[in-house]
């Protein structure tokens, strides 16, 4: 490949971070070298609907301004067509991916049409359930009080059973319940998950020193949990305030030698 990869923004203990788009670090990262990818991309939050037609939010309006970098207002088309390459990339490069999605205006029509793509490639789907959804915005709409989980593993084989797992038979549900406000609360971003979630995914499907990435790494949750559990990690990130907050939540975790 002609271009390499830059320089770092952090890159300490076996944790690395980029700050970039994920799509130029993705192609660039050596093949089926990562154990599992975990994330939760954009939620594409700032579209809505009027008149019947997908349209991006007033810039004056105060909901949903994580990103400076990013309008989060993608045409349903071109969010489509981002986060079913990024799939195809992180494919490439891990054989099992933890995606965390919310099933809201801007971003459903593309996920059910991502899910019918891999529908081989998902071996199942966990639910995160929160405990309390926020109250829906616009009447004759369901309060969202849960995520989901879409689990993929490559090669695709038939059926549910994971060709690589840490856990044991009867101990793992589909029902994960992290209350939403057990998320980090920290100066910074709105919507992150809690720490619990990956966590999880490493004890379930990566276990210690396991090799880690998260695209869409935000202010670091996932790269925290995989230092406590000795892991590898990186993160990719394009909004840079979100490299500085998760650089910083690193360094304040110090682990037992």
Known sequence: CSMSLPTPYYDEGGITIYHADCRDILPHLPTNTIKLAITSPPYNMRTRIRNGKYTERERSEHFSKKYAQFPDALPIQEYYEFHKDVVRQLLLITNLI???????????????????????????????????????????????????????????????????????????????????????????????????????????????????????????????AAKRSYCFATGIEIEEKYCEIAVRRLAQEVLPL
């Open 98 to 224: 933890f995606i965390n999605i919310q099933i809201v205006t801007g971003s459903k029509e593309a996920w059910f049409r991502i899910i019918g793509d891999y529908s081989e490639t998902i071996k199942d789907v966990i639910v995160w359930d929160k405990g309390h959804g926020q109250p829906a915005m616009h009447d004759a709409v369901i309060n969202r009080a849960s995520e989901l989980i879409l689990a993929l593993e490559s090669p695709k084989t038939s059926g549910r059973a994971f060709s690589n797992s840490c856990f044991k038979r009867g101990t793992m549900q589909d029902v994960w319940r992290f209350n939403s406000i057990e998320s980090y609360s920290g100066e910074g971003h709105a919507a992150t998950f809690p720490l619990g979630l990956p966590a999880k995914i490493i004890r379930g499907w990566g276990g210690k020193y396991s090799h880690v990435i998260d695209p869409f790494c935000g202010t670091g949750t996932t790269l925290l």
